[in-house]
């Protein structure tokens, strides 16, 4: 089957896009690399890239405790990628944007201080069964030392979170509903409005995982009233070692501190300590300085494409991709919701999912295998792992052609 020409967007300039992306130039055992695997990590724009070089060669320096230049200029560089991820959530303060390491450490951050600084044994946290582990685990660790209770809201065959069922897991004692936005492994959106509003009707707080959502579409943490919301970096086209935690003024001030030294103080005394406003108070230590200001050139390259203008660009390639994979026999869709983003997760015959991406890797294809951390997602489909071909802003239809040549190559293999 011949490539089916890119529908061009007349404002989305893919070619002049992938330009940006210096990695993309590059050839993978002689083939042209296809890189599908940006729901693990994305490549970096030149602009990314340029702006990481240009502050460790011209200005580099740590932030918030020096009066020379360097200090000023880079702890103001910092507090401005602050200000572009508030924007970028539309939250309504920056201290409501507290920097971590990745999105994991975001939510270990409310598990630890929310979670086992706030709930009591008895409360109830309550999430689904299309989790990451980094949404399961650090809820496992805070029932375990605190006794709350953890339940688990059931998805159907499609991939879609059952409504009914989440609402009537949802008690007086339900604290808080810790859900993702976008599944990792099926490209699911949950609709998370609803979400929302059902768990507040019982009083419980909402924590979001937008890890695999940021990139795709557009979040307005007051629109939906999200109580927290976290992020990493390295999905977003940015830089790894940088993720985000958005949480409600009020909720974050009223929290404990997750790790004590030095710039989340206010004062220090052998008697006591007392703690800085926020969002320092959960900034412990040197933070991730340049990977911040990275993170603020990413979320720029972004917003001068527009979300709405990529989300245009991924729907054209996951109908097109969905068409072309599903006509190779014995290929399995594992993830058919109505609404999800430009994530194909699939079996193929007989072949283990690590032996089709090691078979497509040969023809430059770049794909995910395995259990997607998501473990109990695969025991709810019934298998082992999936393949996984998750698309980003620079990828054509085109690629998709050349992931399908070569499954087809697996088939072949194990025919």
């Not at 609709?191 to 937008?210: M, N, R, S, T, Y």
């Amino acid at each position: 089957m011949t490539a089916t020409a890119q529908i061009h967007d007349p404002i989305y300039d893919i070619d002049a896009i992938r330009a940006d992306f210096p990695i993309l130039a590059k050839e993978v055992h002689g083939k042209p690399v296809c890189f599908l695997d940006n729901g693990a990590s994305a490549q970096k724009p030149r602009q990314v890239i340029d702006k990481i070089r240009w502050v460790y060669e011209n200005e580099y320096a740590n932030v918030h405790r020096g009066a020379y230049a360097f200090s000023e200029n880079i702890t103001a560089a910092y507090e401005a990628a602050r200000e572009t991820v508030r924007a970028y959530l539309n939250a309504r303060s920056e201290k409501e944007i507290v920097f971590t390491g990745n999105a994991t450490a975001a939510i270990n951050l409310v598990a630890y201080s929310y979670g086992r600084g706030v709930l009591k044994a008895g409360d109830e946290i309550v999430i689904s069964d299309m989790e990451h582990h980094s949404n399961i685990v650090p809820w496992q660790l805070v029932r375990d030392m605190t006794g709350v209770v953890l339940k688990v809201a059931p998805i159907s065959d499609d991939g879609e979170l059952v409504m009914d069922a989440y609402r009537a897991l949802l008690t007086d004692r339900t604290k808080l509903v810790a859900m993702t936005h976008v599944s990792n492994v099926l490209g699911t959106v949950t609709p998370v409005e609803q979400i929302i509003a059902a768990a507040h009707d019982v009083g419980a707080k909402v924590l979001l995982d937008g890890s695999q959502a940021v990139m795709h579409l557009p979040v307005d943490v007051q629109a939906l009233d999200v109580d927290f919301y976290v992020f990493t970096g390295h999905k977003l086209y940015g830089p790894t070692g940088i993720g985000v935690l958005y949480g409600k003024e009020e909720i974050l001030n009223a929290m404990p501190p997750f790790m004590g030294g030095g710039d989340m103080i206010a004062s220090v005394a052998y008697e006591g300590s007392t703690w800085a406003d926020l969002p320092a108070k959960f900034e412990a230590g040197t933070p991730q300085i340049v990977q911040a200001i990275g993170l603020g050139a990413a979320i720029d390259y972004v917003s001068a494409i527009g979300l709405d203008a990529i989300a245009r660009h991924e729907a054209d390639l996951l109908s097109y991709a969905t068409q072309r994979l599903s006509s190779i026999e014995g290929l399995r869709l594992i993830g058919t919701a109505a609404h999800k983003t430009a994530v194909l997760s699939f079996t193929l015959g007989d072949a283990h999912p690590h032996d089709v991406a090691t078979i497509v890797d040969r023809e430059g294809v770049c794909v995910r295998a395995g259990h997607h951390c998501a473990e109990p997602l695969m025991d709810r489909f019934g298998v082992p792992g999936t393949t996984r071909a998750s698309m980003g802003l620079y990828n054509t239809r085109a690629e998709i052609d050349t992931l399908a040549m070569a499954l087809e190559k697996v088939n072949r293999i194990f025919g």
